[in-house]
Each structure stands twice: as C-alpha cells, then as structure tokens.
C-alpha cells in the first residue's frame, strides 16, 4: 500500500521559511517522479512542483520560481520543500505526490494526507 506521510507545515510570518518532508513507502520511491501540491482556502488542488527519479531534473509553477526548492533522499525514501520568502498566498494544504514512473510527462496517481502551511503576520 502506498503511503505518503507529510510533515513540516506550520505557522509562519510573510517572508519566512519551511521546509516540508516526505516519507514514502509501499512502493520503489527511486522508480517514481515525486512532486508537491497545495489546495488554497476555497480554491482546487494546484501542482507546484515535481522532480524526477534522480532528482537531475526539476520543474516549478510560475508562482514559486525561485523561493520555492524541490529535492529528494532516494536512500531515505523522503521527498523535501524547501520553502523561502514565504507571501500570505502560500497559505494552503501541502500535499506529496507520487507519480507511476519515471516517465515525466503523466500525471500524479496518488498523494497524501496533506500539511498545513499558514503565513501571517
């Protein structure tokens, strides 16, 4: 059964950091393109960002180029969020997602339970 167990989330002021964690099991993580969602209050599930098996290649949404920094512990089976300058929309559930592949160019197939990440001053 694959399990996907978020942490890290918390109350944070605009321009602070998080970094979120991670852990996957029930399935090969290294055979899998991992990434991150978030649903905003009141708004649907986006896709942030997502990295591939080696962690050679990464991509971002527009919104958080340069703030936002995707990497994986293959040997850990742990997916990472480094999160800095931190703006009030931020704000939102931070979901892992894990991917059935390798393969870049296909969709999630499942994610998490989710983190809550909170930005206020």
């Known amino acids: 059964e694959v399990q996907l167990v978020e942490s890290g989330g918390g109350l944070v002021q605009p321009g602070g950091s998080l970094r979120l964690s991670c852990g996957a099991s029930?399935?090969?993580?290294?055979?899998?393109?991992m990434g991150w969602l978030r649903q905003a209050p009141g708004k649907g599930l986006e896709w942030i960002s997502k990295?591939?098996?080696?962690?050679?290649?990464?991509a971002y949404v527009d919104s958080v180029k340069g703030r936002f920094t995707i990497s994986r512990d293959n040997a850990k089976n742990t997916l990472y969020l480094q999160m800095d300058s931190l703006k009030d929309e931020d704000t939102a559930v931070y979901y892992c997602?894990?991917?059935?592949?390798?393969?870049?160019?296909?969709?999630?197939?499942?994610w998490g339970q989710g983190t809550q990440v909170t930005v206020s001053p």
């Open positions: 997602a894990k991917y059935p592949s390798c393969k870049w160019s296909v969709r999630h197939d499942s």
């Open positions: 029930g399935f090969t993580f290294s055979g899998s393109v």
């Open positions: 990295i591939s098996c080696t962690g050679g290649n990464t």
